[in-house]
């Protein structure tokens, strides 16, 4: 535990002792101060738009092949906020505050140039197991991406193993009329250095993008001293039917290539800024969204108030056990606000039917967004 705080390392210890008796969710479990962040997991679904000019291009793409192609550009582009964020922002990967029922996250990518605003909306639509639903949509370029996502953790001895579920489904309009659709599956993960207490993310195993045009993409992610020995790289092949239409390679946090590694450049997840996710003032929120709901939780992590943070949260969590009480005691559940549950998703069994990967569920549930509220068309 070299990057432990001295006083803190009797914790870590008993942390990581507590690791390997847990049962698949982690976000319920207490860990020592140093590796809270005071950010909700209803805020990470915002990595998807980062690069909302990429997400609006995608419709821009003449042929099927083009927009298969910027579909995988922008997803890649991704990686490297959904997954290397924490260690650039915090020094390490870290825990992320539990959502509860019913927290929302509203935020928006304001239109610079014309391609249009980007507008999210999050909730979380389950607390045990945690599920996040959001949907993301730049209207006036007629791309939308509706998903959910929930995580399924065991400890190795060394790292910490997460299966991702859920999936996301990207909606492209065109402009001549029709639709196409995209599933996009999510890649397994590894934290390494744990116990050294300095965690980072590794991606593994494959995930896919399926398109309704008959394009697939399939993208495999390797670590240190694989296919090109460097960490964070991956390699996908865009396939049409059977038929291999072209590959990718490099790594998901700097340069990728086309066609082999000495090809024209994919992507240089460097020379592209990242544009964070604009967000009401905490003043001008409702009291379910997620800044204001942890404000004081999170103002105790970033000052160092651990106890203050500790009471807040206490807070919360015994008045959402409360809730839960009161709900069973009459015979009631809490209503989701933008999202309706919907038992099968079609569309997924469909496109996920593709799919090489056996581990990929052949059918999964989904979270459909229920359209803007009058206030937000108002504001639009
Ligand atoms: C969806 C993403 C996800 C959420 C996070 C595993 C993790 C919770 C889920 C998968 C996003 O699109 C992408 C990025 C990071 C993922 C988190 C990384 C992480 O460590 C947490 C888990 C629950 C922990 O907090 C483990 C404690 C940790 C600090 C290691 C000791």
């Known amino acids: 535990g070299a990057d432990v705080p001295q006083d803190q390392k009797a914790g870590w210890t008993s942390f990581i002792k507590s690791l390997a008796h847990m049962t698949g969710d982690l976000s319920s479990m207490t860990a020592p101060p140093f590796i809270l962040s005071p950010v909700s997991l209803t805020e990470f679904p915002a990595y998807w ?7 609006a291009e995608i419709s821009q793409g003449t042929t099927e092949e083009e927009r298969m192609e910027r579909v995988l550009r922008w ?46 909306i999050v909730e979380q639509v389950s607390h045990h ?92 992610y390797k670590g240190k001293g694989y296919f090109s020995g460097k960490a964070h790289s ?20 700097g340069v990728s290539t086309i066609g082999g590694h000495k090809g024209p450049v994919f992507y240089d997840a460097d020379a592209v800024p990242k544009q964070e996710v604009t967000v009401k003032p905490v003043e001008e929120q409702g009291e379910w969204e997620s800044r204001r709901l942890w404000q004081k939780v999170a103002d105790g992590i970033r000052g160092g108030d651990y106890e203050t943070a500790g009471k807040e949260k206490s807070l919360i969590e015994n008045e959402q056990r409360q809730r839960r009480k009161d709900e069973a005691a009459a015979n009631t559940t ?47």
Do not use: C
């Open 49 to 55: 738009a980062e690069h909302p000019e990429q997400f």
């Open 75 to 120: 997803f890649i582009a991704t990686l490297k906020g959904q997954y290397t964020t924490r260690n650039e922002k915090m020094g390490s990967e870290k825990k992320p505050l539990n959502p509860v029922l019913g927290e929302l996250f509203y935020g928006k990518w304001p239109d610079t140039n014309g391609r249009g605003e980007t507008d999210l």
């Open 234 to 253: 991956f390699k996908a092949v865009l396939s049409r039917g059977s038929k291999t239409v072209q590959t990718y390679e490099g790594q998901w946090t």
């Open 334 to 380: 809490w209503p989701l606000r933008r999202f309706t549950h919907i038992e099968e998703d079609p569309e997924y069994e469909q496109l996920a039917a593709v799919i090489h990967d056996k581990t990929q569920p052949t059918t999964e549930d989904a979270y459909v967004f229920k359209g803007y509220e009058e206030e937000e068309k108002a504001a639009a």
């Open 129 to 220: 197991p945690p599920i996040t639903a959001y949907y993301i949509e730049n209207k006036k370029a007629g791309v939308a991406l509706q998903g959910h996502s929930g995580q399924k953790t065991s400890f190795t001895g060394t790292s910490i193993y997460v299966k991702q579920s859920g999936h996301a489904l990207l909606k492209v309009a065109l402009k001549a009329g029709g639709e196409e659709t995209y599933l996009i599956t999510l890649p397994k993960l590894r934290i390494e250095g744990i116990i050294w207490g300095s965690p980072y993310i590794e991606l593994t195993e494959t995930s896919a993008i399926v398109s309704s045009t008959g394009y697939s993409a399939h993208i495999e």
